[in-house]
């Protein structure tokens, strides 16, 4: 009886030790990614502003760093997509069509679009990028997923003002500054806020780590403060609402947590610095007043872009122009002409994959993403979790960041989390014919997929 057990047991140790020792590993390989491909620069807020020449020179160049990343991508996900296995049947079949057509509307938009060097370019990393996630995302957990998401969050968090301290533009009092780090102000609040969605969702089990965890989601949201990017503050709340709509409780607890942060961050800048320009700073903070470009009112700027994107839309209204073929240098310099200032995105995710791919792909990206948040959802009803909780809070991130910012033209780390969550939910596998296996071995496979789920 004892060798019987010994001999079941065996072999699920030996694959859990294993399970655990690759995703330490895939949680180093998506940092690397994510950091890769995000597009850092340490001197950043040294930079001249954005030009067109600047703009298309940048996106033509290949970074050794960004191509590197996109190989490691490329081998990882290789590595991951692995023939389904003859006794296994996809889990979700309608996620997963719904994705393999959006994937391939992408690629056909080659067909009717103007074909240039940086189109090919941009489509490539573009399929490279779903490919890869779907690689990574299958063989990953979500906490995984999170923890990869966290460490790349913090530590961009932490080099960032470690950059700008030493460059001397740390100067989080004086009018007019928005944190940037070692990216643009947009993105980088995207990065807090995805760092605060994860420390939110994690639950340590030790009360020395959740201090830890808390001066973490204050510090998080003290650099969001900073940036003044309205769109990341936004969709941050969406998300915290989101699942606490989702749980149905705690509602009053959370809204009381964010609140005593928000305080306690504004009484440490009022003991940091001088009481006249911290007032003037939080007044400004409140306000979200900050340069925008001669804009005579909060969200001009992004309106003059929006109008002209869409009045261009209205030609090609269901197939677009083609997978990067819309912002050629030539279109770029119609909407700096129009709007007064150089426009390298339209800074909107929907408008910008309406652009690429027409009404028809809008549909079926939004169809995909929303697809895999209803499973979330009905899966955190059934089994409370909090990855689960994760995975609702940023799809929903995701989502609501696309309508100001155009996370899906670049890869924005919401963009490759967000996908790496959706690729794991729409590649899953359930076994078929569990029925026909012996009951040792049925021991020994449900030992293994409750490991991996």
């Not at 709007?339 to 549909?363: E, K, M, P, R, V």
């Amino acid at each position: 009886m004892a060798t019987s057990w010994s001999i079941a047991i065996s072999p699920t140790a030996a694959y859990l030790r294993h399970f655990g020792y690759r995703q330490k590993w895939l949680v180093i390989i998506l940092v690397f990614v994510l950091f890769a491909l995000g597009g850092h620069e340490l001197r950043y807020t040294l930079l001249a502003d954005v030009t067109i020449q600047g703009s298309l020179a940048t996106r033509q160049a290949g970074h050794p760093l960004r191509l590197m990343g996109y190989g490691v991508l490329a081998v990882t996900a290789l590595l991951g997509l692995q023939w389904r296995r003859p006794r296994a049947t996809w889990a979700d079949r309608r996620l997963l069509w719904c994705m393999v057509a959006t994937f391939a509307w992408m690629g056909l938009s080659v067909l009717w679009s103007h074909i240039t060097y940086l189109s090919i370019k941009t489509l490539v990393g573009a399929l490279l990028l779903w490919v890869g996630c779907a690689g990574i995302g299958r063989q990953m957990t979500l906490k995984a997923i999170r923890t990869a998401g966290m460490i790349y969050a913090g530590a961009v968090c932490v080099w960032g003002v470690g950059c700008e301290v030493v460059l001397g533009t740390w100067s989080p009092f004086t009018p007019g500054y928005r944190f940037s780090g070692t990216t643009d102000p947009n993105s980088q609040g995207l990065i807090c806020a995805v760092l605060i969605t994860s420390l939110l969702t994690y639950a340590p089990s030790t009360r020395y780590v959740n201090t830890i965890r808390w001066l973490g989601v204050a510090f998080a949201t003290s650099l969001l403060i900073l940036t003044q990017s309205r769109g990341a503050m936004v969709a941050l709340m969406l998300s915290i609402v989101a699942v606490a709509v989702i749980r149905r409780q705690h509602v009053g607890k959370i809204i009381a947590i964010s609140v005593m942060c928000l305080l306690s961050c504004a009484l440490l800048a009022a003991l940091a610095g001088d009481v006249s320009q911290v007032s003037n700073r939080l007044r400004s903070t409140a306000t979200l007043e900050r340069d925008t470009v001669d804009a005579q009112r909060v969200g001009d700027a992004r309106f003059d872009v929006w109008r002209e994107c869409l009045a261009r839309l209205r030609s090609r209204p269901l197939l677009g122009f083609g997978y990067g073929a819309f912002w050629d240098e030539q279109r770029l310099q119609d909407v700096q002409d129009s709007i007064g200032w150089a426009a390298t995105q339209a800074h909107s995710g929907y408008i910008d994959t309406a652009l690429n791919t027409g009404i028809i792909g809008l549909l079926g990206l939004l169809t995909t993403f929303i697809m895999a948040l209803t499973y979330y959802i009905r899966k955190y009803r059934a089994t409370p979790r909090g990855e689960m909780r994760y995975a609702i809070a940023l799809i929903v991130l995701f989502l609501t960041s696309m309508l100001f910012e155009s996370v899906t033209s670049t890869t924005y780390v919401t963009h490759v989390l967000a996908l790496c969550i959706v690729m794991k939910e729409a590649l899953r596998i359930s076994s078929s014919r569990a029925s026909h296996v012996p009951w040792s071995q049925l021991n020994t496979s449900n030992a293994v997929q409750a490991a991996r789920t």
